[in-house]
């Protein structure tokens, strides 16, 4: 079963919806973002990881710049 198909189940359960309700307005409800935006949010998070280790191809961490705050 699709990881989508898990998480409108879950909504469905949560808030006691019958198979005809719409399952965007729900999600809505809930402020849960599809599955999707959740793969792009990782993917991204990764490349950002990725970038700081310079565990990367030169190309990708170039267009990064990080800078060194102190708040000590």
């Known amino acids: 079963m699709p990881l989508q198909h ?20 729900a999600l809505r409800d809930l402020d849960w973002q599809p599955v999707k935006h959740h793969h792009i949010t990782f993917k991204v998070a990764t490349l950002m990881h990725q970038a700081l280790r310079r565990c990367c191809p030169p190309y990708l961490a170039d267009l990064v710049e990080f800078s060194s705050t102190d708040s000590h």
Not at 6 to 25: E, P
């Open 6 to 25: 898990v998480q409108n189940a879950a909504t469905r359960l949560v808030l006691n919806l019958d198979c005809q309700s719409s399952i965007t307005t």
